[in-house]
């Protein structure tokens, strides 16, 4: 088992920025692909932004460009800098997990996560 433990989330204003960070513990050897979802309240689960265990990227098309991820495979975290922030930002963000070999487009796919953590609330005030 893993477990993922979020933090960094709070209230911000419209243009700021934060840093998310996850730490993973438990069997993280078998954490291949980290990264970012996030739920706004009445919305279905959104990808962010996750990096797979060398190197590999993606990010959802509305944060390109603003958000980066970032992971230490020694230390099994995580992290999302997200710079420029929006309204639309507003979620809570979960860190997910998991130890199943994907390729780019799965890493999209919130149903392809093993692990996740229970969620950072961010609130981008306009």
């Known amino acids: 088992q893993v477990q993922l433990v979020e933090s960094g989330g709070g209230l911000v204003q419209a243009g700021g920025s934060l840093i998310l960070a996850c730490a993973a513990s438990?069997?993280?050897?078998?954490?291949?692909?980290m990264g970012w979802f996030r739920q706004a309240p009445g919305k279905e689960r959104e990808f962010v932004a996750v990096r797979r265990r060398d190197g590999a990227t993606a990010y959802g098309d509305s944060v390109k460009g603003r958000f980066t991820i970032s992971r230490d495979n020694a230390k099994n975290t995580v992290t999302l800098q997200m710079n420029n922030l929006v309204a639309e930002d507003t979620a809570v963000y979960y860190c997910?997990?998991?130890?199943?070999?994907?390729?780019?487009?799965?890493?999209?796919?919130?149903?392809?996560?093993?692990?996740w953590g229970e969620g950072t609330q961010v609130t981008v005030s306009s």
């Open positions: 997910a997990a998991t130890s199943r070999r994907l390729i780019i487009t799965a890493m999209t796919t919130s149903g392809n996560f093993d692990y």
């Open positions: 438990g069997r993280t050897s078998r954490d291949n692909v």
